[in-house]
């Protein structure tokens, strides 16, 4: 296994940051996480910003002194920069979307944030790989958090192929590991907003949504969830468009359906940014 990461706080390089200042500023800082593109989201950050929030878009594995893919990356990376958005903002955000959503998640467990956007979420922790060695997508103070092993049996039956599967039977295979790697969504003081298409091929975001919300609502916390039965894995909010690359697979909707997704969800959106807007 690769040695791990140093427990000195990491640093994120100019060039793996993108900073959005809002011309009018709500007093809301947003932390924006991409999900397996390992893109930083300099598009919908500047979206953000018209609407009075000042956004950190981040590249958080592959760039300077990263780790290469989404294999043992510190939590310290993103708490750090809450902390750098707490300086200037009186609220902070999470904002993820597919493996930035189970970032953002777990992140607000561990410090404290006002909300958290989750698009195409995850209840738990998955398993990440770098030089064939397999092990969590997160460590804290060095050590990997509990993962989801995925059931190396799977084989994909068609091309594109369809993770879901994937997902699904490691879930099946490993339930212990799943409830060791369950993200404890009931320790978010603030509110989380998920969003999700059903039609979401490259994971079941639909499923682990429902558990997250069932999580918080035993414990109290406010849960929003807004949905589309047609759209899949990518949300376009008002304006973007469909994005291309990244790994070959099936990710299920169509870009009129997962614009139908943002529409429905950019109103919750503007609300949780500035809940004095409503």
Do not use: N
């Amino acid at each position: 296994m690769p040695a791990r990461t140093s427990l000195v706080q990491p640093v994120l390089a100019v060039a793996d940051r993108f900073d959005a200042h809002p011309a009018e500023p709500s007093g809301t800082g947003v932390l924006l996480l991409a999900g397996s593109s390992g893109r930083v989201e300099t598009g919908r950050a500047e979206l953000l910003a018209t609407h009075g929030a000042r956004v950190r878009a981040m590249r958080w594995f592959g760039g300077e002194d990263q780790r290469p893919t989404p294999h043992e990356v510190p939590i310290e990376l993103f708490i750090e920069q809450i902390g750098i958005l707490r300086r200037d903002c009186d609220r902070v955000i999470v904002f993820g979307t597919s493996f930035g959503a189970e970032a953002a998640l777990v992140t607000a467990t561990l410090c404290s944030v006002d909300a958290v956007i989750a698009a195409a979420p995850t209840s738990v922790v998955w398993a990440g790989a770098h030089d064939g060695a397999w092990s969590s997508h997160w460590t804290l103070a060095g050590d990997p958090l509990p993962y989801v092993p995925f059931d190396h049996d799977w084989i994909p039956d068609g091309d594109p192929p369809v993770f879901r599967e994937l997902y699904e039977s490691s879930m099946q295979r490993s339930p212990e590991k799943a409830a060791a790697a369950r993200i404890p969504v009931e320790r978010i003081g603030g509110e989380v907003l998920l969003i999700v298409g059903k039609d979401d091929l490259v994971w079941p975001s639909g499923r682990f949504a429902q558990q997250i919300v069932a999580a918080r609502r035993v414990a109290g916390l406010v849960t929003s969830l807004v949905s589309h039965p047609d759209a899949g894995h990518r949300l376009l909010l008002p304006g973007e468009e469909p994005a291309t690359g990244g790994t070959r697979m099936a990710r299920g909707g169509t870009p009129h359906a997962d614009a139908e997704l943002g529409e429905r969800a950019w109103p919750e959106i503007l609300r949780v940014l500035d809940p004095r807007s409503v």
